[in-house]
Each structure stands twice: as structure tokens, then as C-alpha cells.
């Protein structure tokens, strides 16, 4: 009897140690962390990739179009963050203007396996760093960039920006998918300014459609939470469009069916057996997640994005980095600083961080407000100024009459008078 009731506290001993190893793994794996961060924290994170960014900044030679599109768009979500960027701003500014013509047009080349129109990017998001960096782009360095856009989209159409690849020839026309939010976002913020506004966004709006026919959101080789991450979150003004709207929620919707039980978004990378890993989890995705999941009131997912960025990803040896794979990874970085900054503007109540059309207007304001030319009359003559006398103040109830002065005459008049009389009275 005492041998069996030892082996059943043996047994329940046994039991609940193998509960105390077992839940905890299955609390941490299966149920991911949705608490809404602080926007100090999650500033604070943005920042410190900022700042990561900047260090690894070079504006040397951007002279292509992914060059150009990579130096301006960390640049502008740098800025957002809060983070100083003054020295980068200078430098990239110094670039860009060897790269400007004097008609506004850019010396942009096409770079390697880009798409046909793809420098239309690179005129959308220097407009949008001008723009944050409260540059006139309509006279910048004596040119009109916005001018020079304009004419792009005089007979813009919506297929010059749609992504389609070619498998004879081995090339892209269209625009990257990549792009097409930046380019709508640019358009739309400078459409007072641009006479071909309108057609271009109407252009770009059916282009988003077509790119989002399958349901899954924007298909460019095949869908997944980077290309809508990337392409959707720009589009959030038009959100209210339908047609928009239809198109980003197909997204949002087939976006959360990537998520891994720790909270992690599931990507697609290239490796030596890539069957086993294309749906393997990265902080590209997981980032580039939380932008979209962001931008669009997803409280619940963008929350556990960020956590899961945080934990999962973020490098323990090198502030604002994070890693792919394990290992540190400037592109991961620059996919993480869309999520970072995006949340970070949607939890301080902002709009979205690549609508620059507040800017646009406040440049447009300052340059339209008239400067008052100074006077070229001599001043009048103060009063009060030394060299004055009593005599010259004149009374403000009288103007230039001197009325004290009668009043005492009369006074002194009455009372020789008075005194007259009673002089005479007093001989009698």
C-alpha cells in the first residue's frame, strides 16, 4: 500500500512538473503580445534606425533610380521619426542638384532590372523631400521640378503604371509596385500645382485595381505582406475611393492570414532550398505588416507586429538594426523604418507620414503671402521727443488753441473788476 501511494505521488509530481515546462512554452508561441505600445517607445525605436540609417548614408552617387529611391525614402521616413537629420539633408540636397537640369527634368537613369517609368518615382519622392524640408520644388536651386512633372503626366495612362513583365524580352513596363504609392501620394499632395493632377491620379487609381484583381492585394510576382505593406499604406487619403477601399481590405484581409502564432508575418525569401522556407517568417514582413495593419486601424494586428518586431528581431549588437536570418541587415532595417514610423504617426493622431501636402501648402502660403514694402515718408514729428515745450502740446480737447491760457486772462480780468467795484463802494 505505502509502495503504491508512493508511486502515485511520484506520478502527480512527475505530471506537474512536465505542466510547469509544457505551458509556459505554449503561452510564449501561441499566444502573441497585442498590448498597444507607448508612442514614446515605439518613437523612440523609429529613432534609433533613423539613426542607424543616417550613419550608413551615402549620397554620392544616386544617380539610378533604386539608388535614388532608397537614399530619398529613408531621408524622408528619418525625418518623420523626429530624429536630426540636418547634415543628411544637406548632403543629399548638394546631390540632387547636379542631378537637376535647369528645365527641372532629372538626370535619373533607369537602374538594372527596373521598370520602364520608374522614374517617376524618383520625381515623387524628391517632391516629397523637398517638401519636408520646406523647399520650394516649383524653384528649387532656380528650377521648376514641379513643372517638369506636370509634363510627365500630360498623357499618363493607367497601364504606364501598371508593373508587367515581359518573359521574351526580359523586361518590366509599367511602373514597380513598389512605387505606386509614393507616386500617387506626391500627385495628390502637389495637385494645386499640377494641371495633369487629376488624370494621373485617376490613372494610378486603376492601376491599383488592376494590381489588386486577384483578391489578395497588390500582385507583383506573386503576393505577400511586403508588397502591400510597401505599395498600400501611401494610398491612405484615398482611402475613402470605393474602389481603393475594396482593393486595400482584400489586402489587410489575406495579410492576416500570414501571421505565425508568435505574432511574426510569414514572407517569401530565396535560399538554397527555398520549398522549405518561402513562407518562412522575416522582419521584412512582419514589418512591412505592421504598416499596413497600422495605417488602416488594425489595432489588434499592428500591435502584435510591433511586439513581435521588437522581440523577434530586433539585433542585441547594433542599435536601430535589425536581423534577417540571425544576422544584421540594412534592408530589414529600411523594411522595419516603414512599420516604425508609420505606427508612430498613427499612435500621435498624424496623418500619413508620406502625405506631404500640409507642407505643400504652407510653401505655397508663405510664397503667396505679399511682403509689405517699408514706407518712404518721412516719419511725422513726435511731440514727446526732446526739443519740445509745454508750449507747443497742444490740448486734445482744443486742437491748436490754447484755452487754459484765455481762461486765466478772464479770471485775472473778473477779479480786477471785483476789486475795482469794491474799491469804489468803499470811497463812498
Keep these: 500500500m505505502k509502495q503504491l501511494k508512493r508511486k502515485i505521488f511520484a506520478f502527480l509530481v512527475a505530471a506537474c512538473l512536465i505542466c510547469m515546462n509544457i505551458v509556459p512554452v505554449l503561452a510564449d508561441t501561441t499566444t502573441p ?34 539608388s535614388f ?57 524628391l517632391l516629397m523631400v523637398l517638401a519636408i524640408t520646406g523647399n520650394d520644388a516649383s524653384d528649387f536651386n532656380g528650377c521648376n521640378i514641379v513643372a517638369a512633372f506636370d509634363n510627365l503626366l500630360a498623357n499618363i495612362t493607367a497601364s504606364d503604371l501598371t508593373y508587367s513583365y515581359d518573359w521574351n524580352t526580359y523586361s518590366a513596363t509599367g511602373i ?15 495637385k494645386d500645382s499640377l494641371t495633369n493632377a487629376d488624370k494621373a491620379i485617376a490613372a494610378v487609381k486603376k492601376a491599383l485595381t488592376t494590381l489588386c484583381a486577384g483578391g489578395n492585394g497588390i500582385d507583383y510576382s506573386g503576393t505577400s505582406a511586403d508588397n502591400n505593406g510597401i505599395s498600400l499604406v501611401p494610398f491612405a487619403s484615398a482611402y475613402s475611393d470605393a474602389d481603393v477601399k475594396a482593393a486595400i481590405d482584400s489586402a489587410i484581409t489575406y495579410v492576416k492570414t500570414l501571421a505565425d502564432p508568435d505574432g511574426s508575418t510569414q514572407g517569401q525569401y530565396w535560399s538554397d532550398d527555398y520549398s522549405k522556407n518561402w513562407y518562412a517568417s522575416n522582419p521584412d514582413a512582419t514589418a512591412l505588416a505592421l504598416a499596413l495593419f497600422a495605417q488602416y486601424n488594425v489595432t489588434d494586428y499592428a500591435a502584435t507586429n510591433y511586439n513581435t518586431l521588437i522581440k523577434n528581431y530586433k539585433s542585441s549588437t547594433t542599435p536601430g538594426c535589425y536581423t534577417y536570418q540571425g544576422y544584421d541587415s540594412i534592408y530589414s532595417a529600411q523594411d522595419s523604418m516603414i512599420g516604425l514610423v508609420t505606427y508612430q ?51 486734445p480737447a482744443t486742437g491748436d488753441v490754447n484755452v487754459y491760457m484765455y481762461l486765466l486772462l478772464a479770471a485775472c480780468a473778473a477779479t480786477f473788476a471785483c476789486v475795482t467795484v469794491y474799491n469804489k463802494k468803499s470811497a463812498r
Design 345 to 395: 504617426y498613427v499612435l500621435e493622431g498624424k496623418a500619413n507620414p508620406f502625405d506631404v501636402s500640409a507642407e505643400v501648402k504652407a510653401i505655397a502660403d508663405a510664397k503667396n503671402t505679399p511682403v509689405e514694402e517699408p514706407s518712404t515718408e518721412a516719419p511725422a514729428e513726435n511731440p514727446t521727443e526732446a526739443g519740445t515745450t509745454d508750449t507747443d502740446i497742444t490740448s
Design 176 to 190: 514597380n509596385p513598389y512605387h505606386i504609392g509614393t507616386f500617387y501620394s506626391a500627385v495628390n499632395s502637389y
Design 33 to 66: 503580445d497585442a498590448t498597444v505600445p507607448a508612442v514614446a517607445d515605439v518613437r523612440q525605436e523609429a529613432q534609433l534606425t533613423a539613426s542607424y540609417l543616417m550613419d550608413n548614408a551615402d549620397y554620392s552617387n544616386i544617380a539610378d533610380t533604386s
Design 69 to 125: 529611391y532608397n537614399a530619398s525614402r529613408n531621408l524622408l521616413l528619418s525625418i518623420r521619426s523626429g530624429y536630426d537629420c540636418s547634415k543628411q539633408t544637406e548632403a543629399y540636397l548638394s546631390s540632387v542638384k547636379t542631378l537637376v537640369n535647369r528645365d527641372g527634368t532629372l538626370n535619373v537613369s533607369l537602374a538594372p532590372y527596373a521598370c520602364s517609368n520608374d522614374v517617376l518615382s524618383s520625381y515623387a519622392y
